[in-house]
C-alpha cells in the first residue's frame, strides 16, 4: 500500500507573517495547504494521508478538510507534529504504522505542505522509483552555476553544473528501508540530518532521483507566493 506524510509545521517568519503559518495562507479560492492535499486526495493510488502540523493548529487543519475536501476526509489524518521537521517525520511513521497498519513493503511519500504543485505524475514516479529502490528523492537540474565557500566570502570551488541537483520534496521511501536505516543512527546523528535523503546517504544508500518541475516550488517567502499566484493563474 502507498501513504502519504505531509509536512505542514513551519510558520510564517519568512513569510513575514507571525499569526498565521504559511501554509495557512489563501492561495486562489482556498488556503495552500488544502491545494497540497488534493493533489494527494485525487490520487487513487495512496491509501491514506497523514497531514502534521502545530498542536495549536491540529483543530482548524481539521475543519479545512471538512470544508474544502470533504468527499476525502476518510483518507485524510490530522496530527500533531514535532519541534523539529526530522522529529515530524519520526512521528509520521509512527502515526503510518500505527494508525493505518503500514508494514515493510508499503511505500511512504514525504511532501512539503507548501509545495501545492505537485503533480500526479510526480506521485507515481515516486511510488515507482521507491518500490524498485528503496527511496527516491524528487529533483530538477540546477540551471546557474553552483559555488562552494567553507567561509562564505571565498570560493572554494564550483562543481560541475550537470552533476547539481535541486531537491525538491516529494521525498519516498519503503517503510523497512527507512526503519532500518533510522536505527543504524543515534539521537544526536539523527538530528543533524536536514531532509530524509540525507538519513538514507548517511547510511549508505543509494537514493533515486526523479524529475521534478520548475513549477513545483516552495512557498517560503512573499516573492514565492506571488509567483505561485501566477501559476495558479496559468494553470486554470
Avoid at 521537521?85 to 502515526?95: A, D, Q
Avoid at 494508525?99 to 511519500?109: R, S, V, Y
Wanted: a negative charge; aromatic letters at 8%; one cysteine or more.
Amino acid at each position: 500500500m502507498v501513504f502519504a506524510a505531509v509536512m505542514a509545521g513551519g510558520n510564517g517568519s519568512r513569510m513575514g507573517v507571525t499569526d498565521v503559518p504559511k501554509q495557512f495562507l489563501t492561495l486562489g479560492d482556498c488556503p495552500i495547504i488544502i491545494h497540497t492535499l488534493r493533489r494527494f486526495a485525487e490520487c487513487g493510488s495512496v491509501v491514506k494521508t497523514a497531514v502534521m502540523c502545530p498542536d495549536a493548529w491540529v483543530g482548524y487543519t481539521q475543519s479545512l478538510v471538512e470544508k474544502y475536501l470533504s468527499e476525502y476526509a476518510e483518507k485524510i489524518v490530522v496530527s500533531q507534529g514535532g519541534k523539529t521537521r526530522n522529529e515530524t517525520l519520526e512521528k509520521s511513521v509512527e502515526l503510518i504504522i500505527k494508525k493505518f497498519g503500514a508494514k515493510g513493503d508499503d511505500i511512504i511519500l514525504t511532501h512539503d505542505a507548501v509545495r501545492p504543485f505537485v503533480t500526479e505524475k510526480m506521485i507515481e514516479e515516486n511510488i515507482e522509483a521507491a518500490s524498485r529502490y528503496g527511496s527516491c528523492n524528487t529533483v530538477t537540474g540546477a540551471v546557474d552555476t553552483i559555488t562552494i565557500s567553507a567561509d562564505g566570502k571565498f570560493i572554494d570551488y564550483a562543481p560541475e553544473r550537470e552533476t547539481v541537483f535541486h531537491s525538491q520534496t516529494p521525498q519516498s521511501f519503503r517503510l523497512s528501508e527507512y526503519l532500518d536505516s533510522l536505527g543504524k543512527l543515534g539521537r544526536d546523528e539523527r538530528e543533524k540530518l536536514t531532509d530524509v535523503c540525507s538519513l538514507f546517504t548517511k547510511t549508505g544508500k543509494k537514493v533515486f532521483m526523479v524529475e521534478g518541475s520548475a513549477d513545483n516550488i516552495k512557498i517560503t517567502r512573499p516573492a514565492d507566493l506571488e509567483t505561485a499566484k501566477a501559476i495558479l493563474e496559468n494553470m486554470n
